[in-house]
């Protein structure tokens, strides 16, 4: 059984740290060990099967194939395909592959942008495979996940119906790294069903790692040109896509082009023809066949009014799915273009001073962290806030700095395996000058700071894309960037990426969240702390003689006692809203104030206990707003805060999901649960730590959480 998802959120955090995710040290996709089971499978004399992307339907996916053709799909290892297989031959080439059934063009268009890129294309494809020295029928690939590579394990068992491969494939019949490429990002996609339709930019970032910008052509800047030139010439990926027909079928027009479809950018030169320049862009269609019919098409005559040097240089006449075509004409016929790059230096042609990145992951949570849009400016604050403090650019830099020194990326992670099921939401981020009354506060800034500021920077639209981005010129000083759903109460993972040219320092806002600087709003009630409450002379009569009413000849109460103490003298006025302190919280409660270990309270604890109880239930009835007996998840945070306990965004979360409920409120027995255990740990933390960390024995650890 694995471990439970906290710990293995602190486990991959920590890994992290230690480097695990970087290109260096991937992680490893399922857990599996490339080199492990390679030995395993060479000790033994065996093949590798792979059993978490087995060569079964389940893999293939639904709606690729007839039911008739699934049917007669059979898996074959490329040895029973040919008799001399091999990885690569000759070299790796845009002109190597031709897509299959499934329709991943997009991916194999990026496959053909990486063909131009051999040290990104050597991070993706380990070039020393082969199926001769200590074959055993296992391959390796790396991919960039959300924040992090990953290594993917397959076999070499692949599809094919009546010997021929089904999806991608080599037009040298003998050449296998294309089907095995794709079976790789089949298996992090799900199926190879869940391959069908993508965008470009998805598989571009997905092979660098890296920062993709989409250019609109109808919308284009009037410098793209430039731009596409400096690219192509700073190790970037590009491509673009064509409108979608009529239909979502990939049909052909009458000018050659394929509607809906994705191609590679492979070139972009400037020639002269009959003294005059043009700008040429040449394309790769990724079926491997299928071109432009117009002009400087291969069989245009415009190319007898270049130079034969310049003939001989670009032009090929093979129908090999590669062709030039005007700027003017590519801006026409095609409606975006994007650029994948480690490092967006071509935009303004400066690479001396570099784009430095910072990568931040964030989570949306219903009812705690998720404000919507600030169309809802009364939860909009909710969100989670990054502070960003940007510096000056060197002389040098601000030379030739652009138009743009900062680009802000807001990426949206998968819930679901299968990629087919994942369902966007619509994202974006507003970006907040600093004002200096602020600039001394910690901590979440309150609903009022974005009723009173208007953004000076925003995405333009709220977009269901996987990635929103946007670049920007911001002057040197402090700003607040706040990502979020368009509609609140939306549950999603993200990670926040800033590049920016000038020195810059950011981090989360709510983890050095001060008590005071919740208290903006009139609605959070004092903050009250039970570490300074006190009873008075008849209180401290008046509980004693409540103890003693429940209390054992012994003058100890136990867990069941405890329970009746509680549902008939506290939950007073919130019966009709509650089921009352259960069995189970009762023994948490117990043994958090349990001094001796003995399963029992004693007069001192109950009355400690009974202090602390009491004023959590106040700080409840004056946090709940509409009195109806029930804890929004809106209201959880400024009633934490209350009960005196500092809590950032990712703690605030987990305690929504832990004591939220399908409801989404939270009663009054759960909030006491909530703040007694919350503070009782956060003692333990501090009584046994050194230096910020704590260090336990097994059987230590044991007795703290089995007992706590």
């Known amino acids: 059984m694995p471990p439970p998802g906290v710990c293995m959120s602190i486990m991959q955090e920590r890994h992290k740290q230690k480097g695990v995710g970087s290109l260096a040290n991937p992680e490893k996709h399922s857990n599996q060990d490339f080199q492990q089971l390679t030995q395993y499978c060479l000790a033994r004399g065996v093949r590798y099967i792979d059993e978490m992307f087995p060569p079964d339907h389940n893999s293939i996916g639904d709606g690729v194939l007839p039911p008739d053709d699934m049917s007669r799909v059979v898996w074959l290892r490329p040895a029973k395909m040919m008799h001399y297989p091999d990885f690569i031959v000759d070299g790796l080439s845009r002109f190597d592959f031709g897509q299959g059934l499934v329709g991943d063009c997009w991916f194999l268009a990026s496959i053909g942008a ?79 069903a869940d391959m069908n339709a993508g965008t470009l930019s998805e598989a571009m970032v997905d092979f660098t790692g890296g920062v993709h910008i989409t250019f609109k052509l109808t919308d284009a800047p009037s410098n793209l040109w430039d731009l596409l030139f400096r690219a192509a010439k700073s190790k970037s990926l590009i ?12 049909t052909v027009a009458p000018n050659g082009l394929v509607r809906g479809h994705a191609y590679t950018v492979t070139g972009v030169k400037q020639i002269l023809s009959q003294g005059m320049p043009v700008n040429l862009i040449r394309l790769f269609n990724p079926w491997g066949r299928g071109e432009w019919k117009g002009d400087w098409s291969d069989n245009s005559s415009m190319w007898q009014t270049v130079s034969p040097d310049d003939r001989k240089m670009c032009l090929s006449v093979e129908e090999d799915g590669e062709f030039w075509m005007t700027m003017k004409h590519f801006c026409e016929h095609f409606v975006d273009v994007d650029i994948c790059c480690l490092c967006p230096d071509f935009l303004d042609g400066n690479s001396t001073c570099h784009w430095t990145p910072s990568f931040h992951d964030g989570r949306w949570v219903a009812g705690t962290t998720a404000g919507g849009c600030m169309n809802f400016p009364n939860s909009f604050w909710t969100n989670p806030q990054y502070r960003v403090k940007i510096g000056g650019l060197s002389r040098e830099c601000s030379e030739t700095q652009g138009d743009n020194n900062m680009l802000v990326s807001l990426m949206q992670k998968p819930d679901k395996r299968n990629r087919r099921l994942v369902k966007s939401l619509h994202i974006g981020f507003s970006i907040f000058e600093v004002p200096d009354q602020f600039k001394g506060q910690s901590g979440k800034f309150p609903a009022s700071f974005f009723i009173n500021n208007v953004p000076v920077a925003q995405s333009k639209n709220y977009l269901n894309a996987r990635e929103v981005m946007e670049f920007f010129r911001l002057k040197p000083g402090e700003y607040l960037i706040v990502p979020s759903t368009f509609k609140p109460n939306e549950t999603a993972s993200f990670i926040l990426s800033i590049l920016s040219k000038a020195e810059t ?32 002379g008849g209180d401290v009569d008046d509980k004693r003689t409540l103890f003693q009413k429940y209390a054992d000849e012994f003058e100890q109460v136990n867990a069941e006692q405890l329970q009746s103490c509680l549902n008939e003298n506290l939950i007073q006025g919130n019966a009709k809203k509650t089921q009352g302190f259960s069995l189970e919280s009762c023994r948490s409660m117990l043994a958090l104030m349990d001094t001796s270990i003995t399963g029992k309270l004693n007069i001192a604890e109950f009355l400690r206990l009974w202090r ?10 004056r946090t709940v707003v509409d009195r109806s007996g029930m804890l929004s998840l809106s209201e959880l945070r400024n009633a934490i805060m209350a009960s005196g306990i500092r809590v950032g965004d990712d703690m605030l979360n987990l305690m929504a999901l832990r004591y939220g409920g399908s409801s989404g409120n939270i009663s ?16 333990i933390f501090r009584q046994l730590n050194d230096g910020g960390v704590i260090s336990l024995q097994e059987n230590e650890w044991m007795y703290i959480t089995m007992y706590a």
């Not at 993706?124 to 991919?143: A, M, T, W």
Request: net charge negative.
């Open 114 to 192: 990486l063909t131009f890129q051999k040290h990104i294309l050597e991070q993706v494809i380990p070039l020393n495979q082969s199926f001769k020295e200590d074959y055993c029928g296992i391959f390796h690939f790396r991919f960039w996940r959300f924040g992090r590579w990953v290594e993917v394990v397959i076999d070499d068992k692949l599809p094919t119906v009546d010997g021929r491969l089904i999806f991608v494939h080599s037009k040298t019949p003998n050449e296998f790294w294309p089907a095995l490429l794709e079976k790789a990002y089949a298996k992090v996609c799900g199926s190879y």
């Open 239 to 250: 491509g673009c896509g064509t409108p979608q027909g009529e239909t979502s079928a990939n």
């Open 505 to 536: 320092h950011i981090h989360e806002n709510s983890n050095d969240q001060d008590m005071e600087d919740i208290l903006f709003s009139p609605k959070t009630p004092k903050t009250t702390s039970t570490d300074t409450f006190e009873y008075n």
């Open 612 to 621: 602390k109880v009491t004023v959590y239930k106040d700080v409840f009835n």
């Open 668 to 683: 009054l027995e759960s909030f006491i649960s909530l703040v007694l255990r919350m503070n009782c740990m956060a003692k």
